[in-house]
């Protein structure tokens, strides 16, 4: 899996805006970007498993069209195969549809094509949610850290928040910030984009739990690149 590469200059903008979103609110904004969140490799073997018992289910549909076509395929000039040579290459051709697929689909870009987006959804937020509990879960003493990730392959990003942003921020709150930061890392701004979903955070976090007279700084405010 291929790095992320950011200049200095992304991570400036994305750091500069977390200090910014932090001047206001209590909250802990801990940000992370990702090149994927999964390999996804169980896809790849799912849909070479489903091409190949395609295979038996056309022959059981069809099956003197496929017949026929085995027939013409093999240059013979019978109107039928013996069962058990047909029964042989059934088993052939759903050996070799299985490691065409399987191959094709070891191709990275490819297997992330057919992936579903529900899976994709699922499996990012599943990161996202493991990331959270070891960067930033219970890590301040108010339970107010939030983490901003972001999965570029899937164009797909979370925000996972700490006990008492949680229990006064309803999930679907975060949707602008959200929609704002996938639009412009689908046109190639990551770190623009990263500082635009901490802005519109920022406002949020400052709304439900604004900032205290006595409260550090506790997690890093820098971006981290996995």
Sequence with gaps: MARISMSEADHRIV???VARAEAHTDAEIVTIVARRSDAYHDVGLHWAILCAFL??????????HYEAA???LLGE??????????LLLLLGHMILKFLVVRYLLAIPALRMFFTPGSTKSR???RRALLLFRTAAEARTARLTGVLLYLSLDEHRAEIVADEAIATQVSPHVWGEAMAALVDEVRAG????GMALAIDKAGVILAEHCPKSSSNPNELP?????L
């Design 15 to 17: 750091t500069d805006a």
């Design 55 to 64: 295979v038996p289910a056309f022959a059981a549909a069809f099956p003197v």
């Design 70 to 72: 085995l027939i013409s």
């Design 77 to 86: 000039w019978t109107h039928e195969l013996p069962l058990r040579m047909l």
């Design 123 to 125: 499996r990012v937020r």
């Design 189 to 192: 701004r990551i770190a623009q």
């Design 221 to 225: 405010d820098r971006l981290i690149e």
